[in-house]
Structure formats: structure tokens, C-alpha cells
């Protein structure tokens, strides 16, 4: 029986995940549930899974929630009731599928407490795998990939010998503008990019995705996760999102991870590594598919791409800068501040403001993340804020 604690499961991965354990019941006790102020949707959660400890960041909501909820579920807020999510005694794994800058420190603190984690937070690796993947490897924690793209590599590299990797090839569906040039994206509203054509994703991933930033950031983590130098790790477009990714080794063989673009599939592989389950979700028909194809990416029109893998070649502090920045102008472009193309000029300019700080302690990265975010603010303040 796994107790596990699912960290953010109101949202799009989380309310997956809890479905995969809902297939399984017999393999899961579900011990910890946190979300940041989806109230009303954790407390259906808790009445399905009941669990012995649910967290709502938010205090309000929790003050909500404790007022109408009387079971046997301890409701706890804020930071604290996070780590204690992250911390049960009880929990085995850990799945971290908090959005943005959030997952860090109870991430870290998971690993801390021997928590197996099942990742899908990528910006932890982004931020600071280096502190990350040390305090794995110091504690004997492993660190299994929940996104679709990470959790293929995962599987490809299963039995074979690390050091006869040539290259990483993290593929992209392009997103909702694949093919568009600048003129053409000066227009385009915050529906128009939350239509993406293959996955079903929150808004913030959803918008990533078109921007092509979250493939920077899927570099970044990869990086980490497999311990792999930068010029071996390659973006390319596979519009179908058929193919999950591909390990190219040095005799020239290489492995695909295939299925339908259905994240039920890596989030339940990363619960059942090594063994794999039975499940009852949509299969792969090869004859429904006249062809699978492939692109390289446009980096002119999607900067952040190129900003993003830059950054992580750059090193220190500025993956976390990159990061915050992005967190920063993709909402400010979801409330309508900014235009889908500002988003990477806010990065850029963020970017070009820092000091990198070439071996951060996770204070200095903490402030890094507080110095962008207040940054990218001022920019959007100062320089679009007047064209509204």
C-alpha cells in the first residue's frame, strides 16, 4: 500500500493523479491532500479519498472550508500545513505538482524527510537542481518524472548505460500558434492561447506551452534529471504529441516513447516504477495516424526558447531569475496587463537586469526569485501599463 501526498491536487495534475488512484484503490491510501484556495473541489476530494491531513495555502479558503467541514480530516493553512503535507509521517511519495516557484521548499523538504517524489513541478529543477538533485542523491530519494516529455526519456533510459547517450530529444507539439510569425501573434487573446490542440493543461503550463518557454524550461530539467551537458539536449516539433519524447545513443539507435497525449499515463508509471499496471484510458491505434512529423522550432518568434536554454547554459542564478520572470509576465499576459509577445520581452529584460550569482545557496536563490519577481512587476508597470 503506497500513502502518498499529492501537493496541489485541485489542479490539472493533481485531479489526474487522484484519478489514477481511483483505478487503483487497492495499491493507495491517499494521507495528504494540499491545494492553494480551491475550497470548495478539496472537499469533494477529501470526502472521496480521506485522507488524514488536507492544507489549503490561502487562509481565507481554509477558514471557509473549516467552517463547513466537521470529519476526521485535519485542515491545516498556509506554508506550515504545506510542509506538513510534504513531511507525514506516513507518506512514501510525494507527487509535487504545484505551480511555478511554490514547489521548491516542500519539495526540498520532502526529499529531506526520505519522501520518494514523483515530479511534476519542473520549475524546482529549474530554480535549483543543483540543491535539488544533491539533496536527492545525499538521502538516497528518488526522483521520478511525471511530465509526459521527461517521464519518456525515463522509460527509454531504463536498462541502458548512461554514458552511451548521444542526445536528449524533447519533442514539442508547437502549441496553439505553430507557424505564426510576430506580426501575426501581435493580436492574439488570452482564449486564443489557452486553445491548445493536443493537451488539456491549467493556465499558466497552457500558455507556457504556446510561448515555447516551457520547452526551455523541460531542457533545463532535463539537464538535471539526467545529468546531461546542454549541447546534447535537443527541442524538436512533433506536432501529433504522438511521440513523447527520444534517447539517441552513440551506435545511432533511437528510442521513442510513444502513447496518446494523455498525462494519466506518466503520472501512473511514475506511481508504478518498475513495475507497469494495466489501465483503462485510450490506446495508441497506429492506422488512425497517416503520419507522424517533425520541425525544428522557430526560436526568432518564440524567444523565450532561446532565452530559457540560454539561461541554463548561464548557469547560478539566472535559471531562477528566468523562471520567476516567466511566472511573473505570464500572468500579468492572463490579466489582460501585457500582449502574448511581451511575455518574453519582460523575460529578456529581467534578465538582462541581473547579477548572476554563479553558486547560489537557496537563500540567495530565494532572493533572486524576490528580486525578479519585483522587477518584471516594475517592468509591466513602467512600460505597459501606459498603453492600456
Not at 221 to 226: D, G, I, S, T
Request: charged share 20%; net charge neutral; hydrophobic share 45%.
Amino acid at each position: 500500500m503506497q500513502h502518498v501526498a499529492i501537493l496541489g491536487s485541485t489542479g490539472s495534475i493533481g485531479t489526474q493523479a487522484l484519478a489514477v488512484i481511483a483505478a487503483n484503490r487497492e495499491k493507495f491510501s491517499v494521507t495528504a491532500l494540499a491545494a492553494y484556495q480551491n475550497d470548495q473541489l478539496l472537499e469533494e476530494q477529501i470526502r472521496l479519498f480521506k485522507p488524514e491531513l488536507a492544507v489549503l495555502v490561502d487562509g481565507e479558503a481554509a477558514g471557509r472550508l473549516v467552517r463547513r467541514y466537521h470529519g476526521a480530516t485535519r485542515i491545516l493553512s498556509g506554508e506550515d500545513g504545506l510542509m506538513a503535507a510534504a513531511t507525514h509521517e506516513k507518506v512514501g511519495t510525494v507527487l509535487t505538482a504545484l505551480v511555478g516557484f511554490s514547489g521548491l521548499k516542500p519539495t526540498l523538504a520532502a526529499i529531506e524527510a526520505g519522501k520518494a517524489i514523483a515530479l511534476a513541478n519542473k520549475e524546482t529543477l529549474v530554480a535549483a537542481g543543483e540543491l535539488v538533485m544533491s539533496l536527492a542523491q545525499k538521502k538516497g530519494v528518488p526522483i521520478l518524472p511525471v511530465d509526459s516529455e521527461h517521464s519518456a526519456i525515463f522509460q527509454c533510459l531504463q536498462g541502458e548505460d548512461r554514458k552511451t547517450v548521444r542526445r536528449l530529444i524533447i519533442t514539442a507539439s508547437g502549441g496553439p500558434f505553430r507557424g505564426m510569425k510576430q506580426q501575426q501573434l501581435k493580436a492574439v487573446t488570452v482564449s486564443d492561447c489557452l486553445k491548445h490542440p493536443n493537451w488539456s493543461m491549467g493556465r499558466k503550463i497552457t500558455v507556457d506551452s504556446a510561448t515555447l518557454a516551457n520547452k526551455g524550461l523541460e531542457v533545463m530539467e532535463a539537464h538535471w534529471l539526467y545529468n546531461i551537458p546542454y549541447e546534447q539536449i535537443e527541442v524538436i516539433v512533433h506536432p501529433q504529441s504522438i511521440i513523447h519524447s527520444m534517447v539517441e545513443f552513440c551506435d545511432g539507435s533511437v528510442m521513442a516513447q510513444m502513447g496518446m497525449p494523455d498525462m494519466r499515463l506518466p503520472i501512473q508509471y511514475a506511481f508504478s516504477y518498475p513495475e507497469r499496471w494495466p489501465a483503462g484510458y485510450p490506446k495508441l491505434d497506429f492506422t488512425a495516424f497517416n503520419k507522424l512529423t517533425f520541425e525544428k522550432p522557430d526560436t526568432d518568434t518564440f524567444e523565450a526558447l532561446r532565452g530559457a536554454v540560454a539561461a541554463g547554459r548561464a548557469g547560478g542564478s539566472m535559471p531562477c531569475v528566468f523562471n520567476a520572470a516567466n511566472e511573473i509576465a505570464v500572468y500579468a499576459f492572463l490579466n489582460n496587463q501585457i500582449g502574448f509577445l511581451d511575455i518574453a520581452d519582460v523575460i529578456k529584460q529581467t534578465i538582462n537586469g541581473h547579477q548572476r550569482l554563479t553558486e547560489p545557496c537557496l537563500e540567495d536563490l530565494l532572493k533572486a526569485d524576490s528580486w525578479a519577481r519585483q522587477y518584471a512587476t516594475q517592468i509591466i508597470s513602467n512600460d505597459y501599463n501606459h498603453r492600456k
